[in-house]
């Protein structure tokens, strides 16, 4: 460990040597200086500060701040000495080297301590960023990545504990960040007009952190003391210090041209905005009033289209909220046809429908579903029926098959009402959604168990159709009725057969098992039996269930295509 006079005059000589004949050597070892090896603490801010070494710390301090910054984050017992001496070094030096050793700090943080370097080194960084003269907009810009780049590393709390606990500091580094970029919104504000490139890496740093991490937090309002909610809140203070209309960044693409990030992540960051705005109401009142709900809703399928192809909870959940919200505002029976034909309105409820039929968690599936129903309700009659016919003509799912059929039994008991006819329910344009309705889709070959609930759906809607007018029969739907049933009735018969056996099977497996079990002998004979489906993998007790079960299934089918033939009527009223 050298001495104070062997110290003093390596000071005193780099003091003496012009910048330009430093050696590497020079540097590092001023640099070990810092590492605190050598000197105390104490004694080395002495150093620092003293005002005839200031020439020196000026040339060479910047390489200080690396050593320096791992000693905070040792959380060094002599903690006090080293703040004071990063801050005597960020004050003193060129800004632009600080700015550049600092930004090298926090991209070579240590993963598990991403979030404590962000923390430390955001105070410092702004400290450079303020002094700097020339070309602090793009600096702002470069260090505002930098930060968020590390940001994004860090798992998202998203329960309320999640955030109190904190575990991996994105809280903390949220609330250090707004502390960041207080100053920058000042200096924007004080400057009106001007500045423009400071605003526009502003914007940028906004819709990254839409994105990440605020696409993936809970967002709850009522929780005003959430860092993530206080965070978000911040966001639309930037963009209204930066005099950013919310309506062109939603609304007007054209006005985008120099946000720097990809079609889809871009719609995500708007996705999480509008989630803001509209489900959220947060700064709902930069939204001017003139907007019809009709064309808001239009303008924001293509972020709910986004944000539900996502395989993530809280991209789906925040999807699905903001698509309902934006359905609320709109009247009943209003959306026009012409809607469905739209791009952004085909790919919504293609996602939608995903989320429905194959979203493995059950909460999203239902409230997927009592989206869908919303967003029939705000169909008019032929944009309804327009939609029905095509869900029945492309989905290949029993389950979305019987939820269209039970609404167009709906929209038939509707339009019946006194004051509700409508063309498309009743007469020929409802004939032509029968016709989708009333098949197998594989003939006598359908599987009757996986096609159960449309079936069962589809003689619900004929037994009540039937049922309208004792008096009336109409060729078309008695000929449709007809077909249906008599290949209903075939492919029973054929299931049911086909399943007897297999139970017939099943029990003489059992019998066969039992008597091998009481058998004296060694003798083993063996049966191999096959199952429907992967039936042979469950045992015994669970087969003999599905299978008797299914039976049943068939004698409910049955007893329905009865029930048809019982309320045939005599004449064609309801369809004239």
């Not at 001023?30 to 040339?59: G, H, I």
Request: charged share 25%; hydrophobic share 40%; glycine share 4%.
């Amino acid at each position: 460990m050298m001495n104070e006079d062997q110290v003093n005059k390596l000071i005193q000589r780099w003091g003496d040597t012009p910048e330009d004949n430093l050696k590497p050597e020079d540097y590092q070892q001023f640099k070990d200086l810092a590492c605190l090896t050598q000197v105390d603490s104490e004694y080395f801010l002495t150093l620092l500060q003293d005002e005839k070494n200031q020439s020196m710390v000026k040339s060479m301090g910047c390489v200080l701040l690396t050593p320096l910054m791992e000693k905070v984050l040792e959380k060094d017992k002599s903690c006090d000495q080293i703040q004071a001496a990063i801050t005597h070094v960020t004050t003193t030096c060129r800004p632009h080297k600080v700015l550049e050793n600092l930004i090298v700090v926090v991209e070579d943080a240590d993963p598990d301590a991403i979030s404590e370097t962000l923390v430390a080194s955001v105070p410092h960084l702004q400290t450079g960023l303020l002094r700097l003269e020339e070309g602090r907009a793009s600096s702002l810009g470069t260090v505002l990545s930098v930060l968020h780049k590390q940001l994004t590393r860090l798992p998202v709390p998203y329960t309320e504990q999640q955030e109190a606990d904190d575990e991996f500091g994105v809280c903390r580094c949220c609330t250090a960040l707004t502390s960041f970029t207080k100053p920058f919104l000042e200096e924007v504000r004080s400057n009106g007009g001007n500045h423009q490139e400071m605003k526009l890496e502003l914007l940028n740093f906004c819709i990254r952190s839409l994105r990440e991490p605020l696409l993936e937090a809970e967002l709850t309002p009522q929780r005003d003391s959430s860092p993530l909610w206080l965070f978000a809140s911040h966001i639309m203070v930037t963009l209204d210090a930066i005099n950013q209309s919310i309506t062109e960044l939603l609304f007007f693409s054209t006005k985008q041209r120099n946000i720097q990030m990809d079609k889809s992540q871009l719609a995500e960051s708007k996705g999480c905005l509008a989630y803001l705005l509209f489900v959220r109401l947060l700064a709902l009142e930069c939204i001017p009033t003139v907007l019809s709900p009709e064309f808001i809703l239009q303008c924001n399928v293509e972020y709910v289209h986004q944000l539900l192809s996502s395989k993530r909870e809280s991209h789906l959940l925040k999807g699905l909220a903001l698509f309902e919200r934006c359905l609320e505002r709109v009247h009943d029976n209003s959306l026009a046809v012409n809607l469905l034909e739209l791009k952004s309105f085909y790919h919504v409820k293609q996602s939608l429908l995903q989320v429905v039929t194959d979203c493995p968690m059950q909460h999203l599936r239902e409230s997927g579903q009592k989206v869908f129903q919303l967003l029939i309700h705000k169909l008019e009659a032929e944009a309804k029926h327009k939609l029905f016919g095509w869900l029945l003509k492309s989905s290949k799912h029993p389950g979305v098959e019987c939820f269209i059929v039970k609404n167009i039994q709906n929209q038939v008991e509707s339009s019946m009402k006194l004051g509700n006819a409508t063309g498309w329910f009743l007469g020929a344009e409802l004939l032509s959604l029968l016709g989708l309705v009333l098949t197998l889709a594989n003939g006598a070959e359908t599987d009757l168990l996986h096609n159960k609930d449309k079936i069962m759906a589809s003689l619900n809607l004929l037994c009540y159709l039937l049922s309208r007018d004792k008096a009336a029969v109409w060729e078309d739907v008695s000929r449709m009725r007809e077909e249906y049933t008599q290949m209903l009735r075939v492919c029973i018969t054929m299931s049911r057969s086909y399943y007897m056996s297999e139970l017939q099977a099943l029990r003489d497996d059992h019998r066969l098992k039992a008597r091998e079990a009481r058998a004296s002998t060694g003798t083993c004979l063996q049966i191999s039996t096959v199952k429907p489906g992967d039936l042979s993998k469950r045992s015994p007790e669970v087969q003999h269930q599905v299978l008797q079960s299914s039976l049943v299934t068939f004698d409910l089918m049955e007893s329905l295509i009865v029930r048809t033939e019982e309320k045939i009527p005599q004449q064609t009223a309801l369809f004239v």
